[in-house]
């Protein structure tokens, strides 16, 4: 195993070197550099002085990369499910190890920047973010007609060195045409791309195809029985070309269930790595989480988004906080949840109003702080 990885974390350095990115004959190298360590040697000598020492997307000392064990270098791809037990609870598992999900919606635009100063603001982020007990990161392609951050291996790089998982967003358009098989067919080669690129990172969790498309819908559209026949064609591909990481679908609240509960009803099969994810700014949530065994027709829930009002009883940070606890009260089948937003620098808006950072990732208030020491409490709890 030890020399399986040592060959493979010289092929990808070998790629990472000459064309800034992992190509896919990596394992085919690996298997020569296994048979022929001469030629291995050459090759990362060669790298070395090629490259300069360093690696060109993110800054690091090559030697350091064949060093250091967090970069994926040689990493396995993760492998993500949920488990029923024999009560009807539910187990989100990562690598096989029960996981609370805590998530961050982590939404600053570094894309204008440099690969080393990404890097480093990276660094920073996911510092914080791991060390106030988060595991997940959560991301947009694009939302409410706003172009989010762009995510690539350098983002997941740095997320998987601090332990952070990620939902990997997959845009669909509220306003495409989803009964043109053009406009479908396109978006499908797009997807098939998106996953054969990032299905083996080893911080890939869940992939976030689509965020509140029928809630984004024009009113008195009728696109949606189109859509609901598309997103299930999609997710499908998704699931076909990668077994290792559920879906999950992201709607406002709890609007849509019902229509989606017919519509997988309807198809004959209940698609149980189709995971739901709720985004809700109210403490409806309450009552939305009590109701879910019924309302969700048996399925887990991942709180997506949440955030409470700056006018909330007691102070936003009260408010986040309460929120938290709501979701903590039904372990058996909410499997966790993710505040909106990590900064107020992003890219719409209202991340002015539900930011929990400013520009240089320092907490605005306290309502970070009360959020981490209720997550490194559960951590410390749990033992994990």
């Known amino acids: 195993m030890i020399k399986y990885r040592l060959t493979h974390r010289i092929s990808r350095l070998i790629c990472y070197t000459f064309y800034g990115r992992t190509k896919e004959c990596c ?20 790298a070395l002085l090629f490259g300069g020492l ?42 096989g190890k029960p996981q609370l999900f805590v998530g961050m919606g982590y939404n600053p635009i570094y894309r204008y920047l440099s690969d080393e100063e990404r890097a480093a603001r990276y660094d920073y982020d996911f510092q914080l973010l791991s060390e106030a007990g988060i595991n997940h990161i959560i991301g947009w392609d694009a939302d409410k007609g706003y172009d989010q ?50 299905k083996n990172h080893p911080a890939l969790r869940i992939w976030g195809v689509g965020n509140e498309v029928l809630t984004d819908m024009p009113p008195g ?8 026949r598309f997103y299930l064609r999609l997710v499908d591909m998704f699931r076909s070309l990668d077994p290792n990481h559920p879906v999950i679908f992201r709607e406002a609240e ?21 995971l739901y994810g709720m985004n809700i700014y109210t403490m409806a949530l309450e009552r939305i989480l009590e109701e ?40 058996e089948y909410t499997l966790g949840g993710a505040p909106y937003a990590w900064t107020i620098d992003g890219p719409e808006p209202t991340d002015l109003k539900w930011g929990l950072t400013d520009s240089g990732s320092v907490p605005v208030d306290d309502t970070f702080e009360r959020l981490a020491a209720e997550w490194r409490r559960e951590k410390a709890e749990r033992g994990n």
């Open 27 to 46: 394992t085919v190298c690996a298997r020569r550099f296994r048979a022929q360590p001469l030629l291995a040697v050459s090759f990362v000598v060669g």
């Open 54 to 95: 360093t690696m060109p997307s993110n800054g690091k000392p090559a030697v350091q990369w064949l060093a250091e064990g967090y970069f994926p270098i040689g990493a396995l791809p993760s492998f993500v499910t949920t488990d029923r037990l024999a009560d009807g609870s539910y187990r989100y598992i990562v690598n």
């Open 149 to 198: 951050d762009k995510w690539d291996e350098l983002t997941l790089d740095y997320a998987h060195k601090y332990g952070l998982g990620a939902i990997m967003p997959f845009y669909l358009p509220p306003l495409g045409d989803y009964r043109d098989e053009a406009f479908i067919e396109g978006l499908m080669e797009e997807a098939a791309a998106k996953i054969e690129r990032f």
């Open 221 to 228: 559209n009728r696109m949606k029985p189109a859509f609901a």
């Open 254 to 274: 709890d609007t849509f269930v019902p229509a989606i509960n017919n519509v997988l009803g309807r198809s004959g099969d209940e698609r149980p790595w189709l």
């Open 292 to 331: 879910w065994p019924y309302e969700g027709n048996g399925r887990p829930l991942i709180v997506t988004e949440f955030g409470a009002e700056p006018d909330t009883p007691g102070g936003r940070a009260e408010g986040y906080l309460l929120m938290w606890q709501m979701i903590r009260a039904h372990p």
